[in-house]
């Protein structure tokens, strides 16, 4: 069973950063794709930004320029480097993993709100 643990959330001005952090419990390299989604209070879970094991990457219009997907081989871990936030980018964050099965693992969330 793959465990995956977020951390990261919290609570930022407008034009802030963050970074969201997801520890998986198994080699990363066992997953074919590997992304955060985000579910704002009320609506369907979307995705947000997606990294496939090759390094390509797809980023929703509504982050890109913004939010940034990377991985750490070493660490099993893939980050979310969120930059410039909104209001409306206020949510629950989910990691999300498919490994090479089309098995699909989710994390607990973690909750980002953005505002002054």
């Known amino acids: 069973q793959v465990q995956l643990v977020e951390s990261g959330g919290g609570l930022v001005q407008p034009g802030g950063s963050l970074r969201l952090s997801c520890a998986a419990s198994v080699s990363i390299r066992s997953f074919a794709t590997m992304g955060w989604y985000r579910q704002v209070q009320g609506e369907e879970r979307e995705l947000a930004a997606a990294i496939t094991s090759g390094g390509g990457t797809n980023y929703a219009d509504f982050v890109k320029g913004r939010f940034t997907i990377s991985v750490d081989n070493a660490k099993n871990s893939v980050y979310l480097q969120m930059n410039s936030l909104k209001p409306e980018d206020t949510g629950v964050y989910y990691c999300?993993?498919?490994?090479?099965?089309?098995?699909?693992?989710w994390g607990q969330g973690t909750q980002v709100t953005v505002s002054s």
């Open positions: 999300n993993v498919r490994n090479f099965y089309a098995a699909t693992y």
